[in-house]
Protein backbone atom coordinates (compact mmCIF):
# COMPACT_ATOMS: atom_id res chain seq x y z
CA UNK A 1 0.00 0.00 0.00
CA UNK A 2 0.74 3.09 -0.57
CA UNK A 3 1.91 5.47 2.33
CA UNK A 4 0.24 8.54 3.98
CA UNK A 5 1.27 11.72 1.25
CA UNK A 6 0.95 15.47 1.44
CA UNK A 7 0.90 18.01 -0.57
CA UNK A 8 3.04 20.10 -1.34
CA UNK A 9 5.83 19.26 0.25
CA UNK A 10 7.17 23.06 0.39
CA UNK A 11 5.46 26.20 0.87
CA UNK A 12 6.41 29.73 1.06
CA UNK A 13 3.82 32.27 1.97
CA UNK A 14 3.70 35.91 3.12
CA UNK A 15 1.81 37.63 6.43
CA UNK A 16 -1.92 37.68 6.07
CA UNK A 17 -2.38 35.08 3.18
CA UNK A 18 -3.63 31.93 3.32
CA UNK A 19 -3.08 28.56 2.44
CA UNK A 20 -4.49 25.16 2.07
CA UNK A 21 -2.57 21.99 2.37
CA UNK A 22 -3.85 18.68 1.44
CA UNK A 23 -3.02 15.09 2.95
CA UNK A 24 -4.12 11.68 0.82
CA UNK A 25 -4.15 8.72 3.16
CA UNK A 26 -3.68 5.26 3.33
CA UNK A 27 -5.89 3.39 1.34
CA UNK A 28 -9.45 2.34 3.32
CA UNK A 29 -8.34 4.83 5.88
CA UNK A 30 -11.25 6.54 7.33
CA UNK A 31 -10.15 9.03 9.80
CA UNK A 32 -7.30 11.73 9.02
CA UNK A 33 -5.47 13.92 11.94
CA UNK A 34 -3.07 16.69 11.55
CA UNK A 35 -0.33 17.82 14.00
CA UNK A 36 1.90 21.11 13.84
CA UNK A 37 5.69 20.53 14.69
CA UNK A 38 7.60 23.75 15.24
CA UNK A 39 10.67 23.59 17.39
CA UNK A 40 9.59 25.33 20.24
CA UNK A 41 6.06 24.06 20.60
CA UNK A 42 6.74 20.05 19.97
CA UNK A 43 4.02 18.51 18.09
CA UNK A 44 0.59 19.49 18.92
CA UNK A 45 -2.83 18.35 17.62
CA UNK A 46 -4.98 20.25 15.02
CA UNK A 47 -8.29 18.20 14.42
CA UNK A 48 -9.39 14.21 13.61
CA UNK A 49 -11.55 13.66 11.05
CA UNK A 50 -12.98 10.66 10.17
CA UNK A 51 -16.04 10.00 7.49
CA UNK A 52 -16.09 13.69 6.57
CA UNK A 53 -17.22 14.96 10.15
CA UNK A 54 -14.58 16.62 12.36
CA UNK A 55 -14.33 14.20 15.76
CA UNK A 56 -11.62 16.00 17.71
CA UNK A 57 -10.00 19.10 17.65
CA UNK A 58 -7.12 20.86 19.48
CA UNK A 59 -6.66 24.19 21.03
CA UNK A 60 -6.01 26.16 18.10
CA UNK A 61 -7.39 29.42 17.06
CA UNK A 62 -10.26 29.65 14.26
CA UNK A 63 -7.56 30.59 11.74
CA UNK A 64 -6.83 26.80 11.36
CA UNK A 65 -10.10 24.63 10.03
CA UNK A 66 -10.00 21.45 7.68
CA UNK A 67 -11.87 19.22 5.97
CA UNK A 68 -12.62 15.93 4.84
CA UNK A 69 -13.55 14.24 1.76
CA UNK A 70 -15.61 11.81 0.60
CA UNK A 71 -12.83 9.55 -0.51
CA UNK A 72 -11.12 10.08 2.81
CA UNK A 73 -8.42 12.95 1.43
CA UNK A 74 -8.25 15.88 3.97
CA UNK A 75 -7.76 19.64 3.64
CA UNK A 76 -6.70 22.23 6.21
CA UNK A 77 -6.46 25.77 6.02
CA UNK A 78 -5.12 28.83 8.01
CA UNK A 79 -5.91 32.00 7.10
CA UNK A 80 -4.33 34.98 8.03
CA UNK A 81 -1.19 33.68 8.23
CA UNK A 82 1.13 34.94 10.94
CA UNK A 83 4.80 34.36 11.31
CA UNK A 84 4.61 31.88 14.24
CA UNK A 85 2.47 29.50 11.78
CA UNK A 86 5.61 28.62 10.15
CA UNK A 87 5.87 24.57 11.03
CA UNK A 88 6.02 21.33 9.69
CA UNK A 89 2.48 20.24 9.62
CA UNK A 90 1.95 16.26 9.76
CA UNK A 91 -0.95 14.45 8.48
CA UNK A 92 -1.72 10.90 9.93
CA UNK A 93 -4.30 8.47 8.78
CA UNK A 94 -5.63 5.12 10.60
CA UNK A 95 -8.52 2.89 9.93
CA UNK A 96 -10.68 3.76 12.62
CA UNK A 97 -8.98 6.61 14.44
CA UNK A 98 -7.61 4.95 16.90
CA UNK A 99 -3.95 6.32 17.85
CA UNK A 100 -1.82 3.24 17.74
CA UNK A 101 -2.76 3.02 14.23
CA UNK A 102 -1.45 6.29 12.77
CA UNK A 103 0.72 6.54 9.78
CA UNK A 104 2.40 9.62 9.42
CA UNK A 105 3.05 11.85 6.51
CA UNK A 106 6.15 13.31 5.13
CA UNK A 107 4.52 16.57 6.20
CA UNK A 108 4.75 20.48 4.75
CA UNK A 109 6.80 22.94 5.81
CA UNK A 110 5.32 25.70 5.91
CA UNK A 111 7.41 29.04 6.10
CA UNK A 112 5.42 32.39 6.34
CA UNK A 113 7.38 35.73 5.69
CA UNK B 1 -4.58 18.38 32.15
CA UNK B 2 -3.14 15.98 29.91
CA UNK B 3 0.71 16.11 29.68
CA UNK B 4 3.86 14.89 28.21
CA UNK B 5 7.17 15.49 29.91
CA UNK B 6 10.51 15.03 28.35
CA UNK B 7 12.68 16.67 30.55
CA UNK B 8 16.14 16.11 28.13
CA UNK B 9 16.27 18.09 24.72
CA UNK B 10 19.22 16.22 24.05
CA UNK B 11 21.22 12.70 24.97
CA UNK B 12 24.75 12.13 23.97
CA UNK B 13 26.11 8.67 24.70
CA UNK B 14 28.30 6.12 23.23
CA UNK B 15 27.98 3.27 20.99
CA UNK B 16 27.48 1.01 23.18
CA UNK B 17 26.35 2.30 26.27
CA UNK B 18 23.16 1.78 28.24
CA UNK B 19 20.53 4.78 27.07
CA UNK B 20 17.55 6.37 29.20
CA UNK B 21 15.31 8.78 27.90
CA UNK B 22 12.94 9.72 30.47
CA UNK B 23 9.15 10.36 30.03
CA UNK B 24 6.29 11.61 32.84
CA UNK B 25 3.16 12.33 31.91
CA UNK B 26 0.14 13.93 33.61
CA UNK B 27 -3.42 11.81 32.95
CA UNK B 28 -6.59 11.18 34.57
CA UNK B 29 -7.60 7.78 34.38
CA UNK B 30 -5.58 4.54 32.79
CA UNK B 31 -3.45 6.71 29.74
CA UNK B 32 -2.42 4.48 26.84
CA UNK B 33 1.31 5.51 26.31
CA UNK B 34 3.93 5.53 23.03
CA UNK B 35 7.25 6.11 22.41
CA UNK B 36 7.47 7.19 18.60
CA UNK B 37 10.72 8.19 16.57
CA UNK B 38 11.86 10.51 13.89
CA UNK B 39 15.11 9.24 12.37
CA UNK B 40 16.93 11.66 10.10
CA UNK B 41 14.52 12.91 6.99
CA UNK B 42 12.29 9.92 7.69
CA UNK B 43 8.31 9.55 8.68
CA UNK B 44 7.35 9.74 12.69
CA UNK B 45 6.71 6.55 13.38
CA UNK B 46 5.47 4.60 16.19
CA UNK B 47 8.51 2.73 18.34
CA UNK B 48 6.17 0.73 20.78
CA UNK B 49 3.25 0.83 22.87
CA UNK B 50 3.15 0.32 26.57
CA UNK B 51 0.15 -1.83 25.91
CA UNK B 52 2.16 -4.62 23.83
CA UNK B 53 4.78 -4.83 26.49
CA UNK B 54 7.29 -5.82 23.28
CA UNK B 55 10.70 -4.94 22.94
CA UNK B 56 11.87 -3.21 19.42
CA UNK B 57 14.98 -2.36 18.25
CA UNK B 58 16.16 -3.39 21.69
CA UNK B 59 14.14 -0.91 23.08
CA UNK B 60 11.61 -1.56 26.43
CA UNK B 61 9.27 1.00 28.12
CA UNK B 62 7.44 0.21 31.67
CA UNK B 63 4.65 1.91 32.54
CA UNK B 64 5.45 3.22 36.39
CA UNK B 65 1.59 4.08 37.78
CA UNK B 66 3.42 5.42 40.85
CA UNK B 67 5.99 7.91 39.72
CA UNK B 68 3.50 8.08 36.25
CA UNK B 69 6.90 7.65 33.97
CA UNK B 70 7.40 5.81 30.76
CA UNK B 71 10.90 5.57 30.39
CA UNK B 72 12.62 4.36 27.03
CA UNK B 73 15.69 2.06 28.02
CA UNK B 74 18.01 0.23 25.73
CA UNK B 75 21.03 -1.21 27.49
CA UNK B 76 23.61 -1.13 24.51
CA UNK B 77 23.36 1.81 22.37
CA UNK B 78 23.98 2.07 18.79
CA UNK B 79 24.69 4.55 16.01
CA UNK B 80 21.24 3.92 14.02
CA UNK B 81 19.99 4.46 17.12
CA UNK B 82 20.43 8.14 16.71
CA UNK B 83 17.20 9.99 15.98
CA UNK B 84 14.59 12.19 17.64
CA UNK B 85 12.69 10.39 20.12
CA UNK B 86 9.00 11.46 21.34
CA UNK B 87 7.13 10.15 24.02
CA UNK B 88 3.31 10.04 23.42
CA UNK B 89 0.03 9.53 25.31
CA UNK B 90 -3.62 9.20 24.37
CA UNK B 91 -6.25 11.92 24.44
CA UNK B 92 -9.55 10.80 26.48
CA UNK B 93 -11.76 10.16 23.43
CA UNK B 94 -8.89 8.05 22.20
CA UNK B 95 -8.01 9.62 19.05
CA UNK B 96 -5.04 12.33 19.21
CA UNK B 97 -1.66 11.91 20.28
CA UNK B 98 0.02 14.22 23.04
CA UNK B 99 3.01 14.59 22.25
CA UNK B 100 5.98 15.35 24.40
CA UNK B 101 8.56 17.88 23.22
CA UNK B 102 10.83 15.34 22.11
CA UNK B 103 14.47 14.17 23.00
CA UNK B 104 17.34 13.80 20.73
CA UNK B 105 19.44 11.09 20.74
CA UNK B 106 22.96 11.01 19.61
CA UNK B 107 25.38 7.99 19.47
CA UNK B 108 28.63 8.82 18.69
CA UNK B 109 31.41 5.72 18.48
Known sequence: ?113 | AQRVTQPEKLLSVFKGAPVELKCNYSYSGSPELFWYVQYSRQRLQLLLRHISRESIKGFTADLNKGETSFHLKKPFAQEEDSAMYYCALTNQAGTALIFGKGTTLSVSS
Open chain 1, 1 to 113: KAGVTQTPRYLIKTRGQQVTLSCSPISGHRSVSWYQQTPGQGLQFLFEYFSETQRNKGNFPGRFSGRQFSNSRSEMNVSTLELGDSALYLCASSSSGATYEQYFGPGTRLTVT
